[in-house]
T-cell receptor, first 115, second 112 residues
Framework: GAVVSQHPSRVICKSGTSVKIECRSL??????MFWYRQFPKQSLMLMAT?????????EQGVEKDKFLINHASLTLSTLTVTSAHPEDSSFYICSAGKGDTDTQYFGPGTRLTVL | GQQLNQSPQSMFIQEGEDVSMNCTSSSIFNTWLWYKQDPGEGPVLLIA?????ELTSNGRLTAQFGITRKDSFLNISASIPSDVGIYFC????????????FGTGTRLAVRP
């Protein structure tokens, strides 16, 4: 199997606070994890690529100081939305690659609502 | 960021009908993938295509990797109510570190 989990599944926070989202590969080691953002009725947009033990690579237009990514182990990557604002409200989805193939396995997503 | 153009944008069909959707790009990809996303969930991989011209089936689903490597289509035969959801194509380029570029999505509704 190739199961990816995310925690929390949904979070509501006040503007100005920071929120941490975890992405775990449960039954495999993920050398690379990807973070996506999806606004309502839109497609998934890649935010950053996270490699274990090294700095994340951010897509153009994504603020690395606002969206902190830590890939501390081969089974865990975290995304911290710092000083969240209402416009950061979105569905955040991670995916993980096994490394032996190019297939990515997606997590169930985290719904972030910033009040 | 770049997005792939998917059509149609939405479809409302009768149960039992066949469905066809496609995806086009201005640039080539090494791999084409088709995903289904249910509301409030992450995408689930349906079919992966690795070679230009490849035609692959998964149950009632059939997908093809275009000869030009710039397009792909997905067919669903004999649709059932649980086919409802949003279907996304995605292209992958080895030189870009296996990053996925997603299509704009096709929203499918099935009338019983």
């Amino acid at each position: 199997g190739a199961v990816v989990s995310q925690h929390p599944s949904r979070v509501i926070c006040k503007s100005g606070t920071s929120v941490k989202i975890e992405c775990r590969s449960l039954d495999f080691q993920a050398t690379t994890m990807f973070w996506y953002r999806q606004f309502p009725k839109q497609s998934l947009m890649l935010m950053a690529t996270s490699n274990e033990g090294s700095k994340a690579t951010y897509e153009q237009g994504v603020e690395k100081d606002k969206f902190l990514i830590n890939h501390a182990s081969l089974t865990l990557s975290t995304l911290t939305v710092t000083s969240a604002h209402p416009e950061d409200s979105s569905f955040y989805i991670c995916s993980a690659g096994k490394g032996d193939t190019d297939t990515q396995y997606f997590g169930p997503g985290t719904r972030l609502t910033v009040l | 960021g770049q997005q792939l153009n998917q059509s149609p944008q939405s479809m409302f069909i009768q149960e039992g009908e066949d469905v066809s959707m496609n995806c086009t790009s201005s640039s080539i990809f090494n791999t084409w993938l088709w995903y289904k996303q249910d509301p409030g969930e992450g995408p689930v991989l349906l079919i992966a295509l690795y070679k230009a011209g490849e035609l692959t089936s998964n149950g009632r689903l059939t997908a093809q990797f275009g000869i030009t490597r710039k397009d792909s289509f997905l067919n669903i035969s004999a649709s059932i109510p649980s086919d409802v959801g949003i279907y996304f194509c995605a292209g992958q380029l080895y030189s870009s570190g296996d990053k996925l570029t997603f299509g704009t999505g096709t929203r499918l509704a099935v009338r019983p």
